[in-house]
Every structure is written in C-alpha cells, then in structure tokens.
C-alpha cells in the first residue's frame, strides 16, 4: 500500500487511519525485527538486550530516550544506514536477512 506509506519517523504525523494502522501496526513490527537482525549481526547483543537497557535508564517515565545515540552507544557500532533507510525513509522495507 504505497499510498499509505510514510517513515516511521513521521508516523505520529500520519492522520489517515488505515496508513496509521499499516505504519503502526505492519511496518513498525517489521522494522523492529529488522533491528534486532541488525543487532545481532554486528554486535554481540540483541533488542531484546538493548530495551532492558533502555528500560533502565528511561524507564517508568525517566525522560524521553535519545535512541539513536543510545542504540550506539550500548552496542559501540552506527545504525545511521539502518535508520536512513528503515526509519527516516519511505518506501519498501526489504528484510535484512537472507531467504
């Protein structure tokens, strides 16, 4: 659904329902997975590990999270091309494992 495409980044801007709902609700999740893929490949960790982490720092309402920088930061690698493409960018989202 093209016309409902928007950046992840942009979705709280998003007033149509159903583009809304397949940002939120299809792309989003997708997304997600994606990073998690992406952190296990160059880091020795997962997102599954990365949210605890965050979860201590700004959890139960410490603060709004600066995730790029803590993504980096936790992991000690750049996800700039994971961001540029998946969250900042529209389009398509190709998984990031091989099949």
């Not at 709902?21 to 299809?26: G, P, T």
């Amino acid at each position: 659904h093209r016309e409902w495409d928007v950046p992840l980044a942009e979705e709280l801007e998003v007033r149509d329902p159903e583009a809304t709902e397949f940002v939120h609700y299809v792309k989003g999740p997708l997304v997600a997975k994606m990073l998690d893929d992406t952190l296990r490949q160059r880091s020795d960790t997962n997102l599954v590990a990365f949210m605890g982490h965050v979860f201590a720092r700004y959890g139960r309402l410490q603060g709004s999270v600066p995730l790029r920088a803590e993504l980096e930061a936790f992991t000690g690698h750049s996800y700039d091309d994971f961001m540029a493409v998946f969250v900042d960018g529209s389009g398509g989202v190709v998984p990031t494992w091989p099949s």
